[in-house]
Structure formats: structure tokens, C-alpha cells
């Protein structure tokens, strides 16, 4: 099953930073935005985590968790959220459990080939956990400001 605006997220378990577990629960009475990245310590990746973290008092006025994604390892994950100081958790699916929910992992080309990998994608849940509405294959610039006017727009 995949998610689809309107459903929650279906039942999952994947470890998570600060020796947590991200399950549908993680969220319970808060909105969610959960942000997938292709990987950590990249350009574009950075620079779209580094958004979240100068946004996160928004958030939190708007009761909204942010939760980011990729299939790095928890220790990649630990490293990242030290260097950029992040305020929040992220998600080590390195099995591609939550990748394969959300649909996200694409063919994309890089440097003449074709790779599989994360299309760079945001989900945002209302505070009862349903689904109200995605973006998919994003660019970076503005993105965190439409996520955060939608969060604010949401029950």
C-alpha cells in the first residue's frame, strides 16, 4: 500500500537519529512534514535541511513536526545533523521501507547515467495523520516556505 492524499501512513517502524524509531505514531496530535533527500552532505540537500532548521520555531508555532528521509546510514545521518546543527530527526531507511510507501525512488540521470535513487519529495500530514498533500520532484528554492503557508493552512 502507498500513501495517498487523504490516508495515513501505513505501519512502519525505521531507526531514526538520537536512538529513536520513526512508526506513524511518531507525529500523534502534531502536523508532519516528512522531507525526502536524495543524501546527506550534498549541495541541494544541505541547503533544503539548512530551510527546515531557519524555519523551525514557524513550525513549531504552526504545530508541525519536520522529519527528514533518506537511505543514508544512521551514522551518515548523525554526522549531518551535527554539521548543520538540525533541530529535528532523521529517518534511516536504508532497507527503503519508507521509500517504497511514499514511492519515491526514481531512475534519475547523474552525470550521464542512469542511477535509482530518492526524487526529492515532501509530504505533509494534518494533525489527525492523513495525508494533505505532497509534492514530488521539487526544486529546493521556496519549497520550505510553501510547506510551512500549507502547514499553517492545515487542521
Given at each position: 500500500?502507498?500513501?495517498?492524499?487523504?490516508?495515513?501512513?501505513?505501519?512502519?517502524?525505521?531507526?531514526?537519529?538520537?536512538?529513536?524509531?520513526?512508526?506513524?505514531?511518531?507525529?500523534?496530535?502534531?502536523?508532519?512534514?516528512?522531507?525526502?533527500?536524495?543524501?546527506?552532505?550534498?549541495?541541494?540537500?544541505?541547503?533544503?535541511?539548512?530551510?527546515?532548521?531557519?524555519?523551525?520555531?514557524?513550525?513549531?508555532?504552526?504545530?508541525?513536526?519536520?522529519?527528514?528521509?533518506?537511505?543514508?546510514?544512521?551514522?551518515?545521518?548523525?554526522?549531518?545533523?551535527?554539521?548543520?546543527?538540525?533541530?529535528?530527526?532523521?529517518?534511516?531507511?536504508?532497507?527503503?521501507?519508507?521509500?517504497?510507501?511514499?514511492?519515491?525512488?526514481?531512475?534519475?540521470?547523474?552525470?550521464g547515467k542512469?542511477?535509482?535513487?530518492?526524487?526529492?519529495?515532501?509530504?505533509?500530514?494534518?494533525?489527525?495523520?492523513?495525508?494533505?498533500?505532497?509534492?514530488?520532484?521539487?526544486?529546493?528554492?521556496?519549497?520550505?516556505?510553501?510547506?510551512?503557508?500549507a502547514a499553517?493552512?492545515?487542521k
Amino acid at each position: 500500500m502507498t500513501v495517498a492524499i487523504g490516508k495515513p501512513i501505513p505501519a512502519c517502524a525505521i531507526p531514526a537519529t538520537s536512538g529513536l524509531t520513526f512508526t506513524p505514531d511518531s507525529a500523534k496530535g502534531k502536523k508532519l512534514a516528512l522531507y525526502f533527500y536524495p543524501k546527506d552532505m550534498t549541495p541541494g540537500c544541505t541547503a533544503e535541511s539548512g530551510e527546515f532548521r531557519d524555519n523551525i520555531a514557524a513550525f513549531t508555532k504552526a504545530n508541525t513536526l519536520i522529519v527528514g528521509v533518506s537511505r543514508d546510514s544512521l551514522k551518515s545521518h548523525d554526522n549531518f545533523r551535527s554539521k548543520l546543527e538540525l533541530p529535528f530527526e532523521l529517518v534511516a531507511d536504508t532497507e527503503e521501507k519508507l521509500c517504497q510507501l511514499f514511492g519515491v525512488i526514481k531512475m534519475k540521470n547523474m552525470y550521464g547515467k542512469q542511477v535509482r535513487g530518492i526524487e526529492r519529495s515532501t509530504f505533509l500530514f494534518d494533525s489527525s495523520g492523513m495525508l494533505v498533500k505532497e509534492w514530488r520532484g521539487l526544486k529546493v528554492p521556496g519549497h520550505v516556505a510553501e510547506v510551512l503557508e500549507a502547514a499553517k493552512a492545515a487542521k
